[in-house]
């Protein structure tokens, strides 16, 4: 346990186990099958502890843990007692055109618990979903406090074994985390700064994931293994950034930290929401991830009728030439967005850099590079244009390059290498967004951010990094871990290669295909690497090798796959070894599957399809055979809710299916 000598310690314990000789106030999901009770008072627990329990479908998920918020501000050590509580029944649904399902259920029981000791008053926000459970703290106005330090929160979450989880690496200097591979290993060899979402393999019917929602203003949570109880994980919040170096080819920072307090908040003020997802698979967690963003604020936009989401073309060469053959390929393949990337305003890892100013950056290209000129051209073909911008000239220009950028014509902004983790950093950022939202432009943010739901109250932000994409040179294999880890956070930026010669080392081009569908992004970035046919040639080396699109038939898949879905359903779900995902947009179907190391047989039905109704399908896969640069096979078929087919995957191989209703 922590010993200092400071006015602070609360101590909730949070028990997920049955409990029922105890005073007990219980919320329960509405189909009952998630229930989170709370003790306020307890033979478990002392010196003012709470105790919860939780369980899903009666089986005991989470031990007694303990959830200290330590504060020099306020006595939370003292015995509370229940002062009031307040229960609420929400049965809700709301719409968005930028999500993996256009109708999204948010229903709900909740119980605030408002207590108070001799020196300390506190709220308890406790949910239940079907979906999952989540708490909150909320620490009213007392004392003629005007605000509060927080120097830090800590939760213990006590397993009955040693679970295997999927851990992100450890957190080290100058090391990538959010985007680093994922691993599985016992619980107890967990390092520090593993990732959010994370998941825990609790019994192979059960699998639930440790997340956070509604982080906004306040220092990123992140898990480690508790050194000092055997079977559990302890989440701590990040600390103050004193100051950033950056490894200036990976792109990996290393922040320094402070030991002042890891949060300022004026009273009141609650907590982001700290969330237990749960599931019976990997495929039911992944379909009802929908619960991270339910625990955010509904939009602030109210016509967010200019929020375009769509496929995009980034653009390498920085010219004038390859800006206007970009946007006539775009044009001509329904791609929505051109980009255009780092060092078009000069060295982006240059502080001196100036996003004001068209400064090309020679390693990057020889110029000439008229944006505007570029922009006026893509307005007249209906093409809309991104640039990309480092935090550097971020942090000290948004300010000033948001109308500029508006003057330009520009409909979106890729934000590079941010900071991530602490207090303020998290603040600035979305922040930032919602003044971009402000100059009617779209947000990826890129490297080290993983999303917590702002896009459901600014959906303006439209994707982020925070994964191993292709970029890294990922295995078929480890994009199937992705797709159940990572994505339970919500969308994530993938930059799918085509013609790059990392394809053959990833997994094949069908399964490339397959990205589109399996790897959720409402800005979905195509062809990374590769340059459109009347662009220049980009010689650089900066990319290694980089290839001409082509015309091969099967990219007419690409030209047709939306980015956004009406509704999803996971069809195959074995982490690391295969993925099956079937999505709707209106009427029609489109299924991504990915294999992993072993080849193996798929046997998939169609009961999801609308019974009586006769549909056409296309349906793309590996062969070898096929006389083209990418060996993609197209066949035709009908099909119906009963009908069914077996795929003969080989290893590394995938398949997708475009699928038309008839009548």
Same mark, same amino acid.
């Given at each position: 346990?922590?010993?200092?000598?400071?006015?602070?310690?609360?101590?909730?314990?949070?028990?997920?186990?049955?409990?029922?000789?105890?005073?007990?106030?219980?919320?329960?999901?509405?189909?009952?099958?998630?229930?989170?009770?709370?003790?306020?008072?307890?033979?478990?627990?002392?010196?003012?502890?709470?105790?919860?329990?939780?369980?899903?479908?009666?089986?005991?998920?989470?031990?007694?843990?303990?959830? $200290?918020? !330590?504060?020099? /501000?306020?006595?939370?050590?003292?015995?509370? +007692?229940? *002062?009031? @509580? #307040?229960?609420?029944? &929400?049965?809700?649904?709301?719409?968005?055109?930028?999500?993996?399902?256009?109708?999204?259920?948010?229903?709900?029981?909740?119980?605030?618990?408002?207590?108070?000791?001799?020196?300390?008053?506190?709220?308890?926000?406790?949910?239940?979903?079907?979906?999952?459970?989540?708490?909150?703290?909320?620490?009213?106005?007392?004392?003629?406090?005007?605000?509060?330090?927080?120097?830090?929160?800590?939760?213990?979450?006590?397993?009955?074994?040693?679970?295997?989880?999927?851990?992100?690496?450890?957190?080290?200097?100058?090391?990538?985390?959010?985007?680093?591979?994922?691993?599985?290993?016992?619980?107890?060899?967990?390092?520090?700064?593993?990732?959010?979402?994370?998941?825990?393999?609790?019994?192979?019917?059960?699998?639930?994931?440790?997340? $956070?929602? !509604?982080?906004? /203003?306040?220092?990123?949570?992140?898990?480690? +293994?508790? *050194?000092? @109880? #055997?079977?559990?994980? &302890?989440?701590?919040?990040?600390?103050?950034?004193?100051?950033?170096?950056?490894?200036?080819?990976?792109?990996?920072?290393?922040?320094?930290?402070?030991?002042?307090?890891?949060?300022?908040?004026?009273?009141?003020?609650?907590?982001?929401?700290?969330?237990?997802?749960?599931?019976?698979?990997?495929?039911?967690?992944?379909?009802?991830?929908?619960?991270?963003?339910?625990?955010?604020?509904?939009?602030?936009?109210?016509?967010?009728?200019?929020?375009?989401?769509?496929?995009?073309?980034?653009?390498?060469?920085?010219?004038?030439?390859?800006?206007?053959?970009?946007?006539?390929?775009?044009?001509?393949?329904?791609?929505?967005?051109?980009?255009?990337?780092?060092?078009?305003?000069?060295?982006?890892?240059?502080?001196?850099?100036?996003?004001?100013?068209?400064?090309? /950056?020679?390693?990057?290209?020889?110029?000439?590079?008229?944006?505007?000129?570029?922009?006026?051209?893509?307005?007249?073909?209906?093409?809309?244009?991104?640039?990309?911008?480092?935090?550097?000239?971020?942090?000290?220009?948004?300010?000033?390059?948001?109308?500029?950028?508006?003057?330009?014509?520009?409909?979106?902004?890729?934000?590079?290498?941010?900071?991530?983790?602490?207090?303020?950093?998290?603040?600035?950022?979305?922040?930032?967004?919602?003044?971009?939202?402000?100059?009617?432009?779209?947000?990826?943010?890129?490297?080290?951010?993983?999303?917590?739901?702002?896009?459901?109250?600014?959906?303006?932000?439209?994707?982020?990094?925070?994964?191993?994409?292709?970029?890294?040179?990922?295995?078929?294999?480890?994009?199937?871990?992705?797709?159940?880890?990572?994505?339970?956070?919500?969308?994530?930026?993938?930059?799918?290669?085509?013609?790059?010669?990392?394809?053959?080392?990833?997994?094949?081009?069908?399964?490339?295909?397959?990205?589109?569908?399996?790897?959720?992004?409402?800005?979905?970035?195509?062809?990374?690497?590769?340059?459109?046919?009347?662009?220049?040639?980009?010689?650089?080396?900066?990319?290694?090798?980089?290839?001409?699109?082509?015309?091969?038939?099967?990219?007419?898949?690409?030209?047709?796959?939306?980015?956004?879905?009406?509704?999803?359903?996971?069809?195959?779900?074995?982490?690391?070894?295969?993925?099956?995902?079937?999505?709707?947009?209106?009427?029609?179907?489109?299924?991504?599957?990915?294999?992993?190391?072993?080849?193996?047989?798929?046997?998939?039905?169609?009961?999801?399809?609308?019974?009586?109704?006769?549909?056409?399908?296309?349906?793309?896969?590996?062969?070898?055979?096929?006389?083209?640069?990418?060996?993609?096979?197209?066949?035709?078929?009908?099909?119906?809710?009963?009908?069914?087919?077996?795929?003969?995957?080989?290893?590394?191989?995938?398949?997708?299916?475009?699928?038309?209703?008839?009548?």
């Amino acid at each position: 346990m922590f010993k200092r000598k400071l006015v602070y310690l609360l101590a909730i314990t949070i028990l997920f186990f049955a409990c029922s000789k105890q005073n007990e106030i219980v919320v329960q999901s509405p189909d009952g099958q998630n229930t989170l009770s709370v003790f306020p008072t307890s033979e478990l627990t002392e010196n003012g502890q709470i105790t919860f329990t939780v369980k899903y479908k009666h089986s005991e998920i989470i031990l007694p843990s303990v959830l $200290e918020i !330590r504060s020099k /501000d306020i006595d939370f050590s003292q015995a509370f +007692a229940v *002062k009031n @509580v #307040e229960e609420k029944l &929400v049965q809700n649904e709301w719409t968005t055109n930028f999500g993996e399902r256009s109708t999204i259920p948010d229903n709900y029981n909740q119980v605030k618990i408002y207590l108070e000791s001799s020196s300390a008053k506190l709220n308890l926000i406790c949910r239940a979903y079907n979906e999952g459970v989540a708490f909150a703290y909320e620490i009213p106005a007392q004392n003629e406090l005007a605000e509060i330090k927080v120097d830090d929160e800590r939760i213990s979450y006590q397993f009955a074994s040693d679970h295997m989880v999927w851990s992100t690496p450890e957190r080290k200097p100058r090391r990538l985390t959010a985007q680093g591979e994922i691993n599985k290993i016992p619980l107890s060899e967990l390092k520090e700064g593993c990732e959010r979402p994370l998941l825990v393999e609790v019994a192979n019917d059960i699998k639930i994931a440790l997340a $956070e929602a !509604r982080l906004v /203003d306040y220092a990123r949570l992140s898990f480690n +293994a508790n *050194k000092e @109880v #055997e079977n559990s994980i &302890v989440s701590t919040l990040d600390g103050k950034i004193e100051d950033t170096k950056q490894d200036l080819v990976s792109g990996a920072v290393e922040n320094i930290r402070s030991e002042e307090a890891k949060v300022e908040m004026k009273l009141p003020f609650q907590s982001p929401w700290r969330v237990v997802m749960m599931a019976d698979s990997y495929g039911e967690l992944l379909e009802n991830n929908y619960l991270i963003q339910n625990l955010n604020d509904p939009s602030a936009i109210e016509d967010d009728s200019w929020i375009t989401p769509g496929k995009v073309l980034r653009e390498g060469t920085l010219t004038t030439q390859g800006g206007l053959a970009a946007i006539d390929f775009v044009a001509s393949h329904n791609m929505q967005y051109v980009h255009f990337d780092a060092g078009w305003y000069g060295n982006e890892m240059d502080n001196a850099s100036d996003a004001t100013t068209v400064t090309l /950056d020679p390693k990057r290209s020889k110029g000439p590079f008229d944006i505007e000129a570029v922009s006026a051209y893509a307005k007249e073909k209906g093409v809309k244009v991104m640039l990309y911008v480092n935090r550097r000239a971020l942090e000290k220009q948004l300010d000033d390059i948001l109308p500029l950028f508006q003057e330009w014509g520009i409909a979106g902004i890729k934000y590079g290498f941010v900071r991530v983790g602490d207090q303020h950093a998290t603040a600035w950022m979305h922040e930032a967004i919602k003044k971009t939202a402000e100059h009617k432009m779209v947000v990826d943010v890129h490297d080290e951010y993983r999303p917590t739901g702002f896009s459901r109250t600014y959906p303006n932000l439209l994707t982020q990094e925070g994964i191993r994409g292709d970029e890294e040179t990922v295995p078929n294999s480890h994009t199937l871990i992705t797709m159940f880890t990572r994505s339970l956070a919500g969308a994530a930026d993938n930059t799918v290669c085509y013609y790059n010669k990392r394809v053959e080392t990833m997994g094949s081009h069908a399964s490339q295909l397959a990205k589109t569908v399996c790897i959720f992004s409402p800005l979905q970035f195509l062809y990374w690497y590769d340059k459109a046919p009347a662009a220049p040639v980009k010689d650089d080396a900066l990319w290694g090798n980089t290839n001409t699109i082509g015309n091969e038939p099967e990219l007419e898949f690409f030209n047709n796959v939306p980015t956004v879905w009406d509704e999803t359903k996971v069809l195959t779900a074995e982490i690391g070894e295969i993925g099956v995902i079937a999505r709707r947009k209106g009427n029609d179907w489109w299924i991504g599957g990915i294999n992993g190391k072993t080849a193996r047989q798929v046997d998939l039905d169609f009961s999801f399809l609308t019974e009586g109704a006769s549909y056409s399908a296309k349906i793309y896969t590996d062969d070898e055979s096929v006389n083209t640069r990418t060996h993609v096979r197209i066949e035709e078929t009908e099909l119906t809710a009963g009908s069914s087919i077996t795929f003969d995957l080989k290893a590394n191989n995938g398949f997708t299916m475009h699928i038309q209703k008839l009548n």
